[in-house]
């Protein structure tokens, strides 16, 4: 299977603090994306990042590639409440399929 | 900022009836697709469109389901006779392109409860 998965599962921090989350998955990729869920809601696109990129920043995110370990890290700086939500990585693989992960829960406490 | 909007935003169906959930893609988009997540669970991918077909499928997406581009905005997704098992949020999405460095734009979904 090709899908990502996030770990931790659940993150729990204090506001102000930051927040990493990581990826990994199975096979060569051609992009990996950062996607936002809030509770119920639907999906928010935050960043790409192509298989010939090692870091890109958004804002206050900051995104990593390791293509050698098959692995992708998102940081959030500086987390607010209103980052609570869950995060999801998507692979692509062959055609236009995403595959997402499981999700990691994040909770900013004020 | 263009977005993709999806119709109806919660839908409550009998065992057996079909239903068509619809998504308004974003206009100068030409690949469509469908995703799904049961409560708690991952999102799966059911199906991409393009150029008027189905591109790809996954193996939910059985002959249950089927989708349509009726006129040049609308995107549906018709289950023809729900089951238990089928209530999940719906998420349609859209990009400009395929391929390589595809960026996918989510609708807010349609939460779909069969009882």
């Known amino acids: 299977s090709q899908q990502g998965e996030e770990d931790p599962q659940a993150l729990s921090i204090q506001e102000g603090e930051n927040a990493t989350m990581n990826c990994s998955y199975k096979?060569?990729?051609?992009?990996l994306q950062w996607y936002r869920q809030n509770s119920g809601r639907g999906l928010v696109h935050l960043i790409l990042i192509r298989s010939n990129e090692r870091e890109k920043h958004s804002g206050r995110l900051r995104v990593t590639l390791d293509t050698s370990k098959k692995s992708s890290s998102l940081l959030i700086t500086a987390s607010r409440a209103a980052d609570t939500a869950s995060y999801f990585c998507a692979t692509d693989w062959v055609g236009n399929q995403f595959y997402f992960g499981t999700g990691t829960s994040l909770t900013v406490i004020p | 900022e263009p977005e993709v909007t999806q119709t109806p935003s919660h839908q409550v169906t009998q065992m057996g009836q079909e239903v068509i959930l619809r998504c308004v893609p974003i206009s100068n988009h030409l690949y469509f697709y469908w995703y799904r997540q049961i409560l708690g669970q991952k999102v799966e991918f059911l199906v991409s469109?393009?150029?008027?077909?189905?591109?790809?499928k996954s193996e939910i997406f059985d002959d249950q389901f089927s989708v349509e581009r009726p006129d040049g905005s609308n995107f549906t997704l018709k289950i023809r006779s729900t089951k238990l098992e089928d209530s999940a949020m719906y998420f349609c999405?859209?990009?400009?392109?395929?391929?390589?460095?595809?960026?996918?734009?989510f609708g807010q979904g349609t939460r779909l409860t069969v009882v």
């Open positions: 469109f393009y150029n008027n077909e189905i591109s790809e």
């Open positions: 999405a859209s990009s400009d392109v395929g391929g390589l460095y595809t960026e996918a734009f």
């Open positions: 096979t060569s990729i051609n992009n």
